[in-house]
């Protein structure tokens, strides 16, 4: 980047890179945990930086850097979604559809873990969905998230409350598949 | 929450941890790192002429996509003001009418609402405010799903935006409640937004009723409305029974002034249905002429109007000025509610849609009314103890 620049456009550079190496992970987990999927997770970030930086260069002015980035990978997971949804997330089933075996580094509860989390999130509503895993894997805080989504806080509680209310009904179902073995004991069960 | 949904909360909450360890080993998060270093220099920097503009303003920064107006260290009201002259007269008058999801509605809901909630100074004022815009915030719901515009965002919306006023609402009337001298402004405002809330709900219920496809639309809503209306009625109850102790002029004088109130709303509502001469327009005769007959009503019948009225008058007679003054409020309540249901079915439409005045409803679909989600449209009796 050349040597002409102004101190402006220096210090926009070297904010965009500060952002890319602080909250590229995150973004990358927020990401996978959505899509299933290592290799296109990858994609949807590195896409959802060079969207970015085209708005930066197109001269206009970005506030919260952060907030700016979920953003755009929102939108862009959601219009992606959309478009997948002739082929139902239901078909993409614990047989078919989640591949993290290309971890090799991950020991295999984990893994198993990774699976079921991932499994229950494909199941939510693509608007609970991103604020489940806002809330509880990338930890933001509910004004946070607000920000990020372009929404009242309340909006966001409102979500959050209805995405952990679906989340227990997946769960009580899940447990109530499993074989009577293997089936986390709770409370009620003794 | 109980044990068993911690139980599970616990568990999902260690699933997503788990995930929470997922990240982009080294080689992969630099070789990113160079594709999108190699995008920034084939796509450099450029700057606009607005940008140069605002890049001299150094008081304000305006973000034209992030947000509408970002004005740091500048207060609220002051912001309204700066956003008021920004967007222009015409265009806060013109929002007035907008509708969530309309391009207009945060002009309304942001600064025509802040600016004139803003000017209400004493907690009696900003109570009353925080209902106004809860009620109007129904009557948007009720706007958009005659519209069929009533999507899971506006939904949302409408919502959060309702409970937030009650919640002031209901935090202000509490602290009214705690003075003495003021307790009985807080039943007022108590009294008036369970009424509301009643006749909004039952007119709701009545449009899902007649438009079965909207009934899972309103379902949220009408569950919001009917937990707020416990919450109010629960809260004028605790404040009307220390009102029914209080002895002297005072409330003696209070009693006095509701009871007219009452009597000239009574003779308002009569003189309204006379003049209106539509078969629905006196909906307190014909609510009792229903209710005589048998049929569910969901309009306060007049004869329990008077009967609070008479109850009240009785009391007063007796000295009981306080007992006097709470009957009152109940009959003036009935009366309330039966007036602002009438005028949100006609700002629903319902007479056009069904066919039927609401008193004329069907015993199949008025009993379907009554099994509705929410419990809360069964006539007031005027407090009649």
């Known amino acids: 980047m050349g040597s002409g620049k102004s101190h402006r456009h220096k210090k926009i550079e070297e904010d965009f890179l500060a952002a890319y190496d602080e909250n590229a992970n995150a973004l990358f987990r927020h990401c996978f945990a959505r899509v299933r999927d290592r290799e296109l997770a990858k994609d949807i970030v590195q896409e959802t930086f060079t969207r970015t930086w085209e708005y930066l260069a197109e001269g206009k002015q970005i506030g919260h850097l952060r907030a700016f980035l979920y953003r755009t990978l929102n939108n862009y997971l959601v219009d992606m979604m959309r478009k997948k949804r002739p082929v139902s997330l239901d078909a993409m089933t614990e047989e078919d559809g989640f591949e993290p075996a290309d971890v090799p580094e991950l020991p295999a509860e984990i893994r198993e873990e990774m699976e079921e989390a991932v499994r229950l999130l494909s199941r939510l509503d693509d608007m609970y969905a991103a604020v489940i895993t806002m809330r509880f894997i990338d930890e933001m805080k509910p004004s946070e998230i607000a920000h990020v989504l372009d929404v009242s806080e309340n909006v966001v509680s409102v979500r959050l409350h209805r995405g952990v209310k679906q989340l227990r009904e997946f769960w009580k179902e899940r447990l109530l598949a499993r074989p009577s073995t293997t089936r986390v004991q709770t409370p009620s069960d003794t | ?385």
């Open chain 2, 1 to 385: 929450m109980d044990m068993n949904n911690k139980e599970h909360m616990k568990e999902i909450e260690n699933t997503f941890e788990a995930v929470r360890d997922v990240s982009l080993s080294n080689v992969e998060r630099e070789t990113m790192k160079k594709n999108v270093r190699l995008f920034m220099a084939e796509h450099p920097l450029k700057q606009s002429r607005i940008q140069r503009f605002l890049s001299r303003m150094r008081t304000f920064r305006i973000g034209l996509t992030i947000s509408p107006v970002h004005i740091p260290h500048v207060r609220p009201a002051i912001a309204s003001l700066f956003i008021l002259i920004f967007v222009g007269a015409s265009t806060s008058y013109a929002a007035e009418m907008a509708l969530p999801g309309d391009i207009l509605y945060p002009v309304k809901t942001v600064v025509n609402e802040n600016v004139v909630s803003a000017l209400a100074f004493s907690e009696e004022a900003k109570a009353n405010r925080s209902a106004t815009l809860a009620l109007r915030r129904l009557e948007e719901a009720g706007a958009l799903v005659v519209k069929g515009r009533l999507t899971a965002s506006a939904r949302e919306e409408i919502e959060s935006r309702f409970e937030k006023h009650v919640e002031d609402f209901e935090m202000r009337t509490d602290l009214l409640a705690r003075q003495e001298r003021k307790i009985e402004v807080a039943v007022d405002a108590q009294s008036f937004l369970e009424a509301a809330l009643k006749a909004h709900a039952s007119a709701l219920i009545e449009f899902s009723v007649v438009r079965p496809e909207t009934e899972h639309e309103l379902r949220s809503i009408l569950a919001a409305v009917s937990d707020r209306v416990n919450t109010v009625e629960s809260a004028r109850t605790a404040s009307e029974r220390t009102i029914a102790i209080k002895v002297g002029e005072d409330i003696r004088e209070r009693a006095a002034a509701k009871r007219r109130t009452v009597e000239n709303e009574i003779a308002h509502s009569r003189s309204s249905a006379r003049q209106t001469k539509a078969p629905q327009a006196d909906t307190a005769v014909m609510t009792a002429v229903t209710a005589s007959q048998g049929a569910t009503t969901t309009s306060p019948a007049p004869d329990l109007i008077l009967e609070a009225l008479n109850a009240g008058s009785a009391k007063f007679e007796e000295g009981r000025y306080g007992e006097a003054f709470t009957a009152f409020q109940g009959a003036l309540r009935a009366v309330q509610q039966d007036k602002l249901k009438h005028n949100a079915r006609e700002r629903l439409k319902l007479d056009d849609i069904s066919g039927l005045p609401s008193h004329a409803m069907p015993q199949e679909k008025a009993n379907k009314a009554q099994g509705a989600p929410v419990d809360m449209i069964q006539e007031d009796p005027g407090g009649v103890e």
